[in-house]
């Protein structure tokens, strides 16, 4: 079974609305960490935003927050106000365990902000 | 900030080449990795390694071997290439807990 699940290969969005990149993750143990990434076109990874299995409050940074739903197993990224510098693939990665060093990533989203 | 490095942003190689990919990283992170980039696949591990001279293997190692000397340097060796290891090999570099990781900007290499 995939690790980590992005069920959108390419999503549009209209300058300065907001959007929902939807991630499901699946593990059985109780330890994990989920974390966004943003990659644009020139290849570089820039990471996002974490969110722990044992945060009580969904993660928020700048214009991105996590919509955590620990029961449903999702772990969707939010941007509100889009700019058109957001058009990039966003990928979901998990890490398992407290000191596991194996991080998952999904297939990742071709974000396009239109303007 | 953390910078992590790669010897080359673009590579072509013959079938059947030895190829050697650098990555160093500034931070003085014990954990480094390698990971392959294709389209439609997502980022897939090949070898991580949590110390000088340590290694673990990822999920598509077959094919690659790694080398740590250097705690700040993490390389990636291609034995003997062959076409299907065209791809985009990112690095990346972390401490440990739960802390995200560092990339690169990648190699992209071709084989042919």
């Known amino acids: 079974a995939q690790k980590i699940t992005q069920t959108q290969p390419g999503m549009f969005v209209q300058e300065k609305e907001a959007v929902t990149l939807d991630c499901t993750y699946d593990?059985?143990?109780?330890?994990?960490?989920l974390f966004w990434y943003k990659q644009p076109s020139s290849g570089e990874m820039i990471f996002l935003i974490y969110q722990g299995s044992y945060d009580q409050q969904n993660a928020t940074e700048g214009r991105y927050s996590l919509n955590f739903q620990k029961a449903r197993k999702s772990a969707n990224l939010v941007i509100s106000a889009s700019q058109l510098g957001d058009s990039a693939m966003y990928f979901c990665a998990m890490r398992e365990g407290d000191y596991g060093n194996q991080f998952y990533f999904g297939t990742g989203t071709s974000l396009t902000v239109i303007p | 900030d953390v910078k992590v490095t790669q010897s080359s942003r673009y590579l072509v190689k013959r079938t059947g080449e030895k190829v050697f990919l650098e990555c160093v990283q500034d931070?003085?992170?014990?954990?480094m990795f390698w990971y392959r980039q294709d389209p439609g696949l997502g980022l897939r591990l090949i070898y991580f390694?949590?110390?000088?001279?340590?290694?673990e293997k990822g999920d598509i190692p077959e094919g690659y071997s790694v080398s740590r000397e250097k705690k700040e340097r993490f390389s990636l060796i291609l034995e003997s290439a062959s076409t299907n290891q065209t791809s985009m090999y990112l690095c990346?570099?972390?401490?440990?807990?739960?802390?995200?990781?560092?990339f690169g900007p990648g190699t992209r290499l071709t084989v042919l």
């Open positions: 390694s949590y110390d000088v001279k340590m290694k």
């Open positions: 593990t059985s143990d109780p330890s994990y960490g």
């Open positions: 931070m003085d992170h014990e954990n």
């Open positions: 990346a570099s972390r401490e440990g807990g739960n802390n995200e990781q560092f």
